[in-house]
């Protein structure tokens, strides 16, 4: 009987006991086993929910009490976080790799070829995906408003733009994959209208960049980088937004490979139920804003070239409603903004023979942009078109360019070469445009020339030749120079001409409703600038962290600047200013390891008018502006804290009333901040995200005198933000 009984114990001692599971973990780089090395198996298959947290020893093994099949994560300071389940033994070995902390992306706009934002001669800002996602930022006024150098203002009716360096946004040119957006009004792009729902970085250049991307880039370039690669075989993305003052925002993206080639589509929507202070009226001071968008691309890759096609559709529809009219309050004047842009382009870039590439850009962009005013029954709510022609109004503009650029690397020993054609042609038609229809055009030849002189020393001179068919373009040279102290310490310095011909809505545009009234102005003359920055740069790389200082100063002469000024009464027009001159410094410390990526910076930028027709000049006063991000993994619950924050200081300046007299005005200074908590669940499939946006509460600053016209109501206030709200977002993320 004994001999029965002793094996069916034994059977039982084996099927109801936990097997013994080595397991191995290794650098995946340099095979060396990780001693240390903290790994947890969350579940462990027919072993009743066991949970396991163990460390390898010191030749990086360690020996667990689990069956396979089981799920294992790991995480080591240093090192990606992995997580796989494990089926078999060989499984068990364990290879993890080594995280990079490198505070340089990889950056296009104005490069011979792709290139670190630290060897690039240009200053180059790059703000990745992972921060834009970490603020929260669906549009690029969201991501600008906390950015250093950077100031954002606002209109409630043209919508929100941006100066760079103290110059203001005519001189900015904005571009999405190298192509200029089109549809500025009153001189400026309203960020708000430019979605970051695809963007994979944004990169902003900071000062003129004429010789390369023509007019517009006068005080810089902001260049949104889109996703054009599926890693996998497919990849679905999703995000929706809900802020508390009323803004419910929806977006997704695909992409899908098939062979050498891929299809990437993305399309949302945006809400924004408006927003007054007291809001006890139908009279919103934010105006109440629906958004949709989409975005499609075609890419096929060649052995040695790649051909992409890219659509994107843009449609706004902004609605103002007015005041209840004395004296029974029954009835109001609407006005409807609706907006729509499309763009169509066609690339191909590629490499012709071994370090022969070229990037050609064929571009088509349409901006339509109607007004219409309704006389409205509030009792009955039944509305009607007014009769008056000059309510509404309905103005197009279009943009044809075609771009071709050739780069040859090492012709010569550490030298190489770029040259192109950059060939625009703009029309704008409409009843608010003298003669009904308008058209400029723009064409150029440009080169570059980039030698490495020692091992060190990089100098790289550009010009541009222009021929603008209403005005007479000068050369427009630069040169810019970088040269490595050693390793770790850099310089840049740089001397660039600028040009910019006045838009064709600044020539013969006229807007004119209740809170504006402005007249273009054909006696305009281009400006040109005289540019000059200086910068020192730190950087310092281990496994470990990465750390970064950069400094820098800044000095534009711009004459002829192209401002408004008020003719008379109401009436606005744009002239030329004799002089305009901004000048500054900045430093910004940077810092990055497993845990954390923090940037922190100061910046003082002063800005003075000059005119031949007065005596003297006026004074150069300072604007201050301090900004801190940070992005923090804290050490429990995987919660990640993210916070942005920026200081803008007080601003005095200086209004046209004329081309010999000016106005002082001046706008007070406010703090911006926003804070939220994420968390990643089912391996960074879903994010959930809780914050607080304008933590300090900011809704307006006072205003002293004029700042250009565009109000005509005489607030005494500008507009920054619409108060403190509460902020949720869910995104998730399958391939």
């Known amino acids: 009987m004994k001999y029965i009984l002793y094996p069916i114990f034994l059977l ?45 020893n010191k030749t990086g093994t360690a020996v667990v009490d689990c069956n396979l099949p089981f ?40 490069q011979f070829t792709p290139q670190s934002s630290q060897k690039s001669v240009y200053k180059i800002n790059a703000i990745s995906e992972e921060r834009i996602v970490a603020q929260s930022a669906f549009n690029l006024r969201e991501l600008m408003m906390t950015e250093m150098n950077i100031r954002v203002s606002q209109d409630n009716i043209l919508g929100s733009s941006m100066s760079i360096n103290g110059l203001s946004g005519q001189n900015v040119k904005i571009m999405i994959d190298g192509v200029p957006v089109v549809g500025r009004l009153n001189g400026n792009i309203d960020l708000s209208q430019i979605n970051l729902n695809n963007a994979r970085r944004v990169e902003i250049v900071e000062g003129p960049m004429s010789a390369i991307y023509g007019t517009d880039a006068l005080g810089g370039v902001v260049n949104i980088i889109t996703k054009d690669v599926v890693e996998d075989s497919y990849f679905i993305n999703g995000n929706s937004f809900y802020e508390s003052v009323g803004i419910y925002n929806f977006d997704g993206i695909v992409g899908y490979n098939f062979g050498r080639n891929n299809i990437i589509a993305s399309g949302g929507r945006n809400f924004f139920d408006g927003f007054s202070e007291i809001d006890t009226s139908r009279f919103k001071r934010w105006k109440p804003k629906e958004q949709y968008f989409g975005d499609v691309q075609l890419n096929h890759f060649g052995d040695n070239f790649s051909i992409r096609y890219q659509g994107q559709y843009f449609n706004e529809y902004i609605l103002n409603r007015g005041m209840p009219r004395a004296p029974y309050r029954e009835t109001a004047f609407d006005d409807h903004y609706k907006t729509l842009r499309l763009t169509n382009t066609l690339s191909m870039k590629g490499e012709v023979a071994k370090n022969r590439f070229y990037d050609i850009i064929a571009n088509y962009s349409t901006f339509t942009r109607t007004k219409n005013t309704y006389f409205k029954d509030l009792v009955t709510l039944n509305e009607r078109m007014t009769a008056d022609p000059a309510d509404q109004d309905t103005n197009t503009f279009d943009n044809w360019m075609l771009r071709a650029v050739y780069s040859h690397d090492n012709i ?42 020692f091992d060190n020393l990089i100098l790289q001179p550009s010009v541009r030749f222009i021929h603008n068919t209403k005005y007479e373009a000068p050369v427009v040279p630069s040169l810019n120079i970088k040269y490595d102290l050693n390793s770790k310490w850099s310089f840049r310095g740089s001397y660039a001409k600028g040009f910019r011909a006045p838009s064709l809505q600044e020539l013969h545009f006229m807007f004119v409703d209740i809170n504006h009234n402005i007249l273009g102005n054909t006696d305009l003359k ?23 200082i950069e400094s820098g100063l800044f000095y534009n002469n711009v004459k002829d600047l192209i401002s408004l000024a008020n003719i008379e009464g109401d009436l606005y027009s744009y002239i030329n200013i004799g002089e305009f001159h901004t000048m500054g410094g900045n430093i910004a410390l940077s810092y990055i390891r497993e845990n954390i990526n923090s940037r922190i910076g100061f910046s003082y930028t002063g800005r003075q008018y000059r005119s031949s027709g007065l005596i003297g000049s006026t004074e150069v006063i300072f604007t201050p502006e301090v900004m801190t991000n940070l992005i923090y993994n804290l050490p429990f619950w995987d919660l990640r804290l993210n916070a942005f924050y920026k200081f803008t200081g007080r601003l005095v300046g200086f209004f046209a009333v004329s081309d010999v007299e000016y106005d002082q005005f001046e706008i007070g200074d406010f703090h911006t901040m926003d804070m939220s908590l994420s968390r990643d669940f089912i391996d960074k499939m879903i994010t959930f995200t809780l914050g607080i946006r304008n933590l300090f509460d900011v809704t307006e600053v006072d205003r002293i005198g004029s700042t250009g016209g565009f109000h005509a109501d005489g607030s005494a206030t500008n507009p920054v933000a619409w108060g403190r709200t509460f902020s949720a977002s869910f995104r998730f993320n399958i391939k």
């Open 12 to 56: 039982f001692i084996l099927t109801n006991s936990e097997s013994k599971t080595r397991i191995e973990i290794f650098d995946s780089e340099s095979g060396e086993p990780i001693s240390y090395a903290r790994f947890v198996i969350l579940k462990a298959m027919n072993s009743k929910d066991t949970l396991v947290s163990q460390m390898t």
């Open 71 to 110: 799920l294992i994560s790991v995480n080591h300071t240093g090192y990606e976080k992995f997580a796989k389940t494990i089926n078999t033994e060989e499984d068990c070995k364990i290879l993890l790799n080594r995280k990079v902390f490198v505070l340089d992306e990889i950056v296009t706009t104005g």
């Open 412 to 453: 010569l020993k550490s030298v190489s070469y770029q040259a192109g054609i950059d060939l625009h042609l703009s029309t704008a038609a409409g009843r608010r445009i003298d003669l009904r229809e308008r058209e400029v055009g723009d064409y150029a030849l440009f080169g570059s020339l980039q030698a490495s002189v």
């Open 526 to 548: 281009a400006e040109t600038s005289d540019s000059y920055i200086l910068g020192i740069n730190y950087h310092s790389t281990s496994e470990m962290h990465s750390f970064k």
